[in-house]
């Protein structure tokens, strides 16, 4: 059984940094893209970035220059690097598990709150 574990998230002021983790155990990290979304109190969760097993990297415009994500297959681990950071970055933080191959079956964190002070 897959599980996802996020850890990282925190109180920060604006202009500050967090760095998120998220732990996948249960199955081969490396067949599963691995991604961060956010969602906001009344928004709908968003893409954040996504990275694939060969290190190919999707990201959102609102965080590109900002925010890096990155993986290390080793430790079944990806990261999500946060500078910069502005209030409207305020939101939970979940992270995500794709796999490659068939069955296409996706999973969720249990999200981690982060929170960008003014």
């Known amino acids: 059984q897959v599980q996802l574990v996020e850890s990282g998230g925190g109180l920060v002021q604006s202009g500050g940094s967090l760095r998120l983790s998220c732990v996948l155990s249960?199955?081969?990290?490396?067949?599963?893209?691995m991604g961060w979304h956010r969602q906001a109190p009344g928004k709908q969760r968003e893409l954040v970035a996504t990275?694939?097993?060969?290190?190919?990297?999707n990201s959102a415009d609102s965080v590109k220059g900002r925010f890096t994500v990155s993986r290390v297959n080793a430790k079944n681990t990806v990261y999500l690097q946060m500078n910069s950071l502005k209030p409207e970055d305020t939101a939970v933080y979940y992270c995500?598990?794709?796999?490659?191959?068939?069955?296409?079956?996706?999973?969720w964190g249990q999200g981690t709150q982060v929170t960008v002070s003014s």
């Open positions: 990275i694939t097993p060969g290190g190919i990297i």
């Open positions: 249960g199955n081969i990290f490396s067949i599963y893209v």
């Open positions: 995500s598990a794709v796999r490659t191959t068939s069955p296409r079956l996706g999973y």
